[in-house]
């Protein structure tokens, strides 16, 4: 068959006209930043020259599950002494990601070769006129032409060996300049167990490529099948697990921008509070300085607790899009350049992967905000004998927290003053501590409630207010109290009697009717 007809398993996939072959992110290694040499994939999908793993210090991985390990730390500890009754295993840490390693029983070599980085290396090394790559067979020489059959990269020397062969005197030479506009230049893969086998069929059961000595001997009794026939259907299962990948990469993306815009504006925030400070203090400028200054470490503080909430987040969340972005990127890679038999090869590790990180559940909303206020009418105590007055404040008044309390609540005598209590709490139920809230009530009479009660409340500066009326005439009546628009609850349920009106007596409904003033 003439050169031009012969189809090649190794030439495959024409790149587009002005396409640089090969790709120097994906072709050196992290670790000596050198052409990645036997380049294993981990199961974080990181790849790392199998002599630069060799070389990381290996730590004792105790699995407490009593199952198969994986490549998370959850469920696994670090240690120097191994428990009865424990397996145990050894681990290194990727030098990536940091993420654990649980290696196969033949250590680092056991790992998947990343077939495709090798053939981006080899694309690389053609790009480059050929500089780096030796002769296959005396590993000696510069190559100068690639044998198109057994797809060996030849030196002059070997080439003309090769041709003066019987039983390779018909194979096809090719320089090297042409072979810039392919994107495959891969050897053809062998079978580990049967080396003079390459791997052309795929076992179902065993869900592995196997070569032809494999279906006769231990996958005999096995369904298989060649990987042409059966790529659609596994290439279609990662493709389905790589469309749940990607919407998690958009989301975390987002979450990190959510979460630079509200550090942004606690910035913007803490720079207004910062600079109302100043502004207060300089009526009082020996008095108050010390105050001043008091207040602004406060809120350094704040700043700092706040931030670094925020900032702890968005290092979880990034190392989180990283992983999602390596396991999205080369899967797509794999897709995309892979051969039929690379990807069945590289399935499993890529499979488990993007289903681990489908798992991981992440908070896509900042977990702070940034609700810092600054009183400068509340009361802060002497500072050298001066009254100062100014505070920072992260509380925030929440009207479901908020109580009423008091007799005068439920009962009243006519034309006398009454009064019960607003007691003004936070989220976590605490006292306010604090005044300036603003609390509006209403005490209307049930059968005339276009003739309200004049009240009156005063702010004791402490979280709770004073609510005073005098009721005119004896009946039944409404309170209403809201704060920020809410409407706040009864502290506790008076006795039945209180439902009994006597004049000269007020009954008000213990069950007061709260609403929006």
């Known amino acids: 068959m003439s050169e031009n007809k012969k189809p090649l398993l190794g ?12 790709n120097s992110g994906k072709t050196r290694c992290p670790l000596c930043m050198g052409l990645f040499k036997a380049p ?8 790392v020259c199998t002599t630069c793993l060799e070389q990381l210090e290996p730590f004792s991985v105790v699995d407490m599950r009593g199952g198969d390990s994986d490549t998370s730390s959850e469920g696994s500890i670090f240690q120097e002494l191994k428990p009865r009754n424990q397996q145990s295993q050894v681990g290194i840490l990727c030098p990536v990601c940091d993420a654990q390693v649980d290696l196969p029983i033949g250590g680092v070599k056991a790992l998947t070769l990343d077939h ?10 053609l790009h480059g006129e050929g500089q780096g790559l030796v002769c296959d067979l005396c590993n000696d020489r510069e190559v100068e032409k690639r044998c198109q059959t057994c797809k060996s990269n030849l030196c002059q020397f070997c080439c003309q060996a090769h041709r003066r062969q019987k039983k390779t005197s018909y194979h096809t030479m090719v320089d090297l300049k042409d072979l810039k506009g392919y994107s495959r230049v891969g050897k053809p893969i062998l079978c580990p167990i049967h080396p003079a086998e390459e791997l052309r069929l795929f076992c179902e059961f065993c869900d592995r490529p196997v070569c032809r000595d494999c279906v006769v001997g231990e ?41 630079k815009r509200v550090n942004s504006a606690l910035q913007k925030r803490v720079e207004a509070v910062a600079a109302d400070v100043r502004k207060f203090s300089e009526g009082y400028i020996k008095a108050i300085e010390e105050h001043r200054n008091k207040m602004l470490k406060q809120l350094e503080d704040i700043r700092v607790q706040k931030e670094n909430s925020l900032q702890l987040q968005k290092a979880q969340l990034e190392q989180l899009l990283a992983d999602m972005r390596t396991g999205v990127e080369f899967t797509e890679h794999l897709l995309a350049s892979g051969s039929d038999l690379e990807i069945l090869i590289t399935k499993g590790v890529v499979v488990e992967r993007l289903r681990k990180l489908n798992k991981v559940e992440y908070n896509t909303h900042p977990g702070v905000n940034d609700h810092i206020s600054f009183s400068p009418q509340e009361k802060a105590g002497q500072c050298h004998g001066y009254e100062v ?72 500066k402490d979280g709770t207010y004073c609510v005073s009326y005098t009721p005119k005439e004896p009946g039944l009546y409404t309170v209403w109290v809201c704060i920020k628009k809410q409407h706040v609850q009864v502290s506790k349920t008076p006795p ?3 439902m009994l009106a006597l004049a000269p007596f007020i009954l008000l409904p213990w069950f007061c009717y709260f609403g929006i003033w």
């Open 219 to 259: 996958h005999r009794e096995h369904p298989y099948d060649f990987t042409s026939n059966v790529i659609h259907k596994h290439g279609d299962s990662v493709r389905e697990l790589l469309r749940g990948t990607q919407p998690r990469v958009e989301a975390l993306e987002e979450a990190l921008a959510q979460i």
């Open 496 to 498: 039945p009697q209180h």
């Open 389 to 460: 007055y100014g505070a920072i404040n992260t509380k925030e008044v929440d009207p479901a927290k908020c109580v009423l309390q008091g007799e005068d609540l439920h009962r009243a005598r006519e034309k006398q003053t009454a009064s019960f209590t607003v007691l003004c709490k936070d989220a976590t139920g605490e006292s306010m501590g604090r005044g300036g809230d603003n609390v509006h009530v209403a005490v209307l009479p049930k059968d005339k409630k276009d003739s309200p009660v004049r009240t009156m409340v005063q702010d004791n």
């Open 40 to 47: 294993r994939l981990l199961p974080c999908l990181h790849t």
């Open 116 to 125: 495709l980085a090798m053939n981006d290396v080899m694309l690389e090394n």
């Open 11 to 22: 030439f495959v996939h024409k790149l587009p006209s002005g396409t640089a072959p090969g």
